[in-house]
């Protein structure tokens, strides 16, 4: 089991960036893919970034891809998301979550564990 920590989140104007950090607890760390989903006032939970166990994959939504990079340290049972170019629309509670399966997936329902969220706002 793991239990995860989501920081970084906090107000930003838009073009703006902002570094998200997840850190988790257990030794099985390495042994999960991690995601970074969000959730906007009125809106479903959404896909944002997936990375493989290893880190050597990377999986991004449309909406964000070229502007999120996900990213890893297993060492310091640590996953981070990197958001440049930050835009209003981008206004949301961040989550990251964990994946035991070893089928990529951008379900919310597929992935076993969840931090509390950090909330982003970008201004406009």
């Known amino acids: 089991q793991v239990q995860l920590v989501e920081s970084g989140g906090g107000l930003v104007q838009a073009g703006g960036s902002l570094r998200l950090s997840c850190a988790a607890s257990?030794?099985?760390?390495?042994?999960?893919?991690m995601g970074w989903f969000r959730q906007a006032p009125g809106n479903e939970r959404e896909f944002v970034a997936r990375?493989?166990?290893?880190?050597?994959?990377?999986y991004y939504a449309d909406s964000v891809k070229g502007r999120f990079t996900i990213s890893r340290d297993n060492a310091k049972n640590t996953v981070y998301l990197q958001m440049n170019s930050l835009k209003p629309e981008d206004t949301a509670v961040y989550y990251c979550?964990?994946?035991?399966?070893?089928?990529?997936?951008?379900?919310?329902?597929?992935?076993?564990?969840w931090g509390q969220g950090t909330q982003v706002t970008v201004s406009s």
């Open positions: 257990g030794r099985t760390f390495s042994t999960y893919a």
């Open positions: 990375i493989s166990r290893s880190g050597g994959m990377t």
């Open positions: 979550a964990a994946d035991t399966a070893d089928i990529v997936t951008t379900l919310p329902s597929r992935y076993e564990y």
